[in-house]
């Protein structure tokens, strides 16, 4: 009769470390699985779950290929975020550079005559509204960053910046599908209201 255990020849994920609401960060160090940066890491993770479900129905060539490639660098921003200032593993650094590169990507698509540069609705598009979805996935990431920061505790400014960047470029890269399919998402010519025209990811 099984007892529901694997053999112990065979290495399971579940583990039952985490039973009592506790779990290891980089290094070995445990914490509550409610602490601050548990949230900060752990919203990261969702982020990258919610850009790989964008990509997997994204059918553009190039937008699969920059969200993999973003999906692939957020790994590397949780790892950062899940090592802690006393872990006995260094913290993986995020350089500069990372920030720059999708700053290249928001100036690219800004760039293209007739990209939208209103407030936008969205719904018209399944695969940009699933970008927009990860849009504010990444804001959450970035707030619950903020509070690690806040709380006291050490985070590489690089991170903040990358987050930050990222939603805008994720906003940008729904408005290049939408444009491309020839949707206009934009919410002032739906309600007929004059006003200024923004091009931000909120």
Same mark, same amino acid.
Request: aromatic share 4%; hydrophobic share 40%; charged share 25%.
């Given at each position: 009769?099984?007892?529901?255990?694997?053999?112990?020849?065979?290495?399971? %994920?579940?583990?039952? +470390?985490?039973?009592?609401?506790?779990?290891?960060? =980089?290094?070995?160090? &445990?914490?509550?699985?409610?602490?601050?940066?548990? !949230?900060?890491?752990? /919203? *990261?993770?969702?982020?990258?779950?919610? %850009?790989?479900? $964008?990509?997997?129905?994204?059918?553009?060539?190039?937008?699969?290929?920059?969200?993999?490639?973003?999906?692939? !660098?957020?790994?590397? *921003?949780?790892?950062?975020?899940?090592? =802690?200032?006393?872990?006995?593993?260094?913290?993986?650094?995020?350089?500069?550079?990372?920030?720059? &590169?999708?700053? /290249?990507?928001?100036? +690219? %698509? !800004?760039?293209? !005559?007739?990209?939208?540069?209103?407030?936008?609705?969205?719904?018209?598009?399944?695969? $940009? =509204?699933?970008?927009?979805? @990860?849009?504010?996935?990444?804001?959450? @990431?970035?707030?619950?960053? *903020?509070?690690?920061?806040?709380?006291?505790?050490? *985070?590489?400014?690089? %991170?903040?910046?990358?987050?930050?960047?990222?939603?805008?470029?994720?906003?940008?890269? $729904?408005?290049?599908?939408?444009?491309? @399919?020839?949707?206009d998402s934009s919410l002032r010519a739906r309600t007929g209201?004059?006003?200024?025209?923004?091009?931000?990811?909120?």
């Amino acid at each position: 009769m099984s007892t529901g255990h694997p053999p112990k020849t065979v290495r399971s %994920i579940a583990t039952t +470390r985490g039973d009592q609401g506790q779990t290891g960060l =980089a290094g070995g160090v &445990r914490v509550s699985k409610g602490a601050v940066r548990v !949230e900060a890491y752990g /919203t *990261v993770d969702e982020l990258n779950a919610s %850009i790989g479900f $964008a990509r997997a129905i994204c059918e553009d060539r190039a937008t699969s290929d920059l969200a993999r490639s973003i999906q692939q !660098e957020l790994f590397t *921003v949780a790892s950062a975020l899940a090592t =802690a200032p006393d872990s006995p593993k260094p913290q993986v650094p995020i350089e500069t550079d990372l920030v720059d &590169r999708l700053t /290249t990507e928001v100036h +690219r %698509i !800004e760039a293209i !005559e007739g990209m939208l540069s209103d407030w936008s609705l969205s719904g018209d598009l399944a695969v $940009a =509204a699933a970008f927009n979805v @990860a849009r504010t996935v990444c804001r959450r @990431a970035e707030r619950a960053v *903020v509070r690690l920061a806040e709380s006291g505790d050490s *985070v590489q400014p690089a %991170i903040l910046a990358y987050l930050n960047r990222l939603s805008d470029l994720l906003w940008l890269m $729904a408005r290049q599908l939408e444009h491309d @399919a020839g949707i206009d998402s934009s919410l002032r010519a739906r309600t007929g209201k004059d006003g200024n025209r923004w091009s931000r990811a909120w």
